[in-house]
């Protein structure tokens, strides 16, 4: 029997179907239906809410399986992803140590403060002229070793209320406490990489000579409909360290 199809009012008509399913899907994602480490519905059921088969329910799942933005979980369902979990608390993050160990960082808070942005991160940030920003600083330390320091720029108005308190309080990933306290999640990210030299407070802090080669690293994430809501520069030491990147 044929699929019936769905009102999509706001899909195009040439979307194949399962694409305007998934399109529903992360809707539902990004209006907070479903919150990060819930599970959804299963797929009988939410081909019974579309009108359309279990199999194009399936296919869009899988595409939002393999975006991260879902995790299927076998005998339990599918739930949607969370930083929280222990798979995906790096998820941006690529350094790996060189001696193959686990990755266990620790921070360092150095200063959380809310400021005019300069104009390139307002441009990368798509803020208009009177929007401010929430700029962290911190260290991430292997052992009693710097190995990054981030400069984290976020836009103020859905960080509200985020103070160095509120950081050092919290205990898990940071974009763990973006989700639960802000309802920001961070579903992609863009990379732009270089190598430079260390110099002035940035060679104190991560405790190399100036000239010391780092591997510059900045990131801009986004949530749900491709709205920027993080710029972050890293400056990372790879003395002991390596950025690993799997390629498909």
């Known amino acids: ?22 399109g529903l899907l992360t809707r539902s994602l990004q209006g907070g239906e479903w919150k990060p480490g819930e599970a959804i519905p299963s797929e009988i059921e939410l081909a019974a809410r579309f009108k359309v088969s279990q199999g194009t329910v399936r296919k869009a799942i899988d595409e939002l399986a ?19 979990e222990e798979r995906t608390q790096y998820r941006f993050l690529r350094l790996q140590p060189d001696d193959e160990g686990g990755l266990s960082l620790r921070r360092r808070l150095l200063d959380c403060r809310r400021m005019r942005p300069p104009a390139d991160v307002a441009r990368a940030l798509a803020l208009k002229g009177s929007e401010s920003v929430i700029q ?24 509200k209320g985020l103070t160095a308190e509120r950081l050092m309080g919290h205990r898990g990933p940071m974009y763990a406490y973006f989700e639960t306290e802000f309802g920001i999640r961070m579903i992609r990210a863009d990379e732009k990489i270089r190598a430079l030299a260390a110099a002035g407070e940035a ?14 690293v900045e990131r801009l994430s986004y949530t749900y409909g491709d709205k920027p809501v993080e710029l972050r520069r890293g400056l990372y030491d790879t003395a002991a360290h390596h950025y690993r990147n799997a390629l498909n």
Not at 73 to 83: D, E, I, M, S, W
Not at 140 to 157: F, T
Not at 203 to 214: F, R
């Open 1 to 22: 029997m044929p699929e019936a199809q769905a009102p999509l009012e706001t899909t195009p008509s040439f979307s194949p179907l399962y694409q305007q399913i998934k």
């Open 66 to 84: 393999t975006e991260n933005l879902l995790v299927r979980r076998q005998g339990k369902g599918t739930f949607v992803a969370t930083h929280a």
């Open 136 to 159: 962290v600083r911190r260290l991430l330390l292997q052992g009693e070793q710097p190995v990054v320091l981030d400069e984290i720029w976020l836009p103020a108005a859905p960080f």
């Open 203 to 216: 060679a104190q802090l991560l405790a190399v000579p100036d000239g010391t080669p780092l591997l510059s």
